[in-house]
């Protein structure tokens, strides 16, 4: 799986690459600049004239290497010194050399803005922390309201590389050339919108050197992850395959446990059971026939399912009333694997406790609520998705997915991140198809970490597929049950 770090973890690559390996920093400014010049080239073939945005430190100096590599193949690039004339004696002022030498020249942003075609971001960089001095911050503004397609030289200016989100004006860029390591906030919270098509460059540091550095997420691969999924035996019944049981759907809500309960099937568990309030059990059932529902109207009712239960997926359209509660109690009575959403975290953040066995799977404003309790976490969950989604498994253990544009799933030993996945997805129902496809995965032999990675992965590529194909605007949760069917199949 493709590794993701930190600034400060990229940093110390770059330094043990420089120091403890012996590459010069001059060689790996070059080496990122004619990355850059090589995806500028490929996605806007011969610009009549780029402009190059340059900051101070190494940031400055990859941009203008990327203006002197430009000249060199006859593509116009005038430079607009944003920051101070680098130092003398440092990698940056070798690089501004090289960016003279090829005949780039040095001008101001109006001259350089126009005629251009192409902007190329490389002000800040990783560097930034807290909000942007009001010289970037005008210019950041400038190039966002000049509407023309912008190349970001490792991160786009503004933009924090550890949480995606910024403290002020960030460039919004096309595509974004990122070096040496995957930074995480390229690929959670704002980042995947700030950074447009992201393409990575090694660098060619030598591979030992990433075994210095731990990382601190991995990015999940579909191929990687279905290749989990086991050839079935010919002599397989419907119980091998696990038994999922839904508990949800209070008055007026059968359709989240019904997307639930459908998930599950498409997913390929053997069964699954809808216990829900009685009056829903016919709109269920009429839906799917495959799916198996009872009326239930007290826990002692309930019992005999999750005596055959192999799983539980509990909250889709649970709702917080009496019967609500009688169900969650009930449920959390047992040892039995579960998966909590919707409505059942919100029942869980009012009577917070722990267990090892279970998959949490909170948006971000359940996953407030569940750390609204005291010595947890006080910024806001988007503002720091990693951390979040670290205080939420520290408090309630288990496995915890936190939902979202770079969804997160972290357990004990570690955190990974899904990179799938369209803002089509933001519509009603998209939790309880997550939840169920978990459910589904788990009741067929998953482990708990992998159920929840192949869960997520499945349900965002799904939207990916049926977004390709229609749009974003107007998707149905309902529609991705084929898609989850077939990726589940690796077809």
């Given amino acids: 799986m493709k590794q993701l770090y930190t600034a400060a973890q990229v940093r110390e690559l770059d330094r043990i690459a420089i120091q403890e390996r012996g ?53 116009p690039a005038q430079v607009v010194m944003v920051g101070k004339e680098p130092a003398a004696n440092t990698d940056a002022a070798a690089a501004y050399r090289f960016c003279q030498e090829n005949g780039a020249n040095v001008v101001d942003l109006d001259t350089a803005l126009a005629d251009a075609e192409v902007i190329v971001d490389a002000l800040l960089g990783t560097g930034v922390s807290g909000p942007v001095r009001p010289s970037y911050a005008d210019v950041i503004e400038e190039v966002n309201v ?12 503004g933009l924090s590389a550890d949480t995606g989100v910024s403290a002020g004006p960030a460039i919004h860029a096309d595509m974004t050339v990122t070096f040496i390591g995957r930074k995480l906030g390229l690929f959670t919270a704002d980042g995947p919108e700030q950074a447009g098509e992201i393409i990575f460059a090694d660098l060619d540091v030598p591979a030992d050197v990433f075994a210095e550095v731990q990382s601190t997420a991995e990015m999940l691969d579909y191929e990687a992850l279905v290749a989990g999924l086991k050839p079935r035996h010919r002599n397989a019944h419907k119980l091998s395959h696990g038994h999922v049981l839904v508990v949800g759907g209070d008055h007026g809500m059968p359709g989240a446990a019904a997307l639930a309960a459908e998930a599950a099937l498409f997913s390929g568990a053997g069964m699954v059971t809808v216990a829900t309030q009685p009056d829903n ?14 009326g239930i109207e007290s826990s002692t009712t309930l019992a005999p399912l999750l005596a055959r239960a192999s799983v ?66 006080k910024p ?23 939902k979202g544009a770079g969804t997160l799933i972290a357990d004990a030993a570690g955190t990974q991140l899904c990179p799938y996945g369209n803002p089509g997805m933001s519509v009603a129902g998209m939790g309880d198809l997550l939840s169920g496809t978990i459910g589904g995965l788990l009741a067929q032999g998953l482990g708990q970490l992998e159920s929840a990675c192949l869960g997520a992965v499945v349900h965002a590529l799904a939207a990916d597929r049926v977004v390709a194909g229609q749009g974003e605007r ?13 990726l589940i199949n690796h077809l």
């Fill in 23 to 75: 590459t010069p920093g001059i060689v790996l400014m070059k080496r990122a600049g004619e990355a850059c010049t090589q995806a500028l080239l490929a996605r806007w073939p011969a610009p009549k004239k780029v402009c190059v945005l340059c900051g101070s430190g190494n940031n400055a100096g990859d941009g203008y290497i990327i203006a002197g590599l430009l000249q060199s193949r006859q593509v």
């Fill in 146 to 157: 000049a509407g023309l397609p912008v190349l970001a030289v490792d991160l786009p200016s």
């Fill in 281 to 294: 059990v016919s709109a269920i059932v009429s839906r799917r026939p495959e799916a198996m529902a009872r």
């Fill in 312 to 377: 539980v997926v509990m909250g889709p359209g649970l709702g917080r009333s009496d019967w609500s509660e009688m169900m969650f109690e009930a449920v959390l009575a047992t040892d039995l694997p579960l998966v909590l959403d919707a409505d059942g975290l919100n029942l869980l953040a009012q009577s917070p406790f722990s267990r090892s066995n279970w998959i949490l799977t909170p948006h971000p404003g359940e996953a407030s609520r569940l750390l609204a309790a005291p010595a947890t976490l």
């Fill in 380 to 402: 806001p969950v988007q503002s720091d998705r990693l951390a979040a989604v670290h205080a939420l498994q520290s408090r309630y253990q288990g496995t915890v997915l936190l």
């Fill in 474 to 486: 107007g998707l149905l949760a309902s529609e991705l049950l084929p898609e989850i069917r077939r």
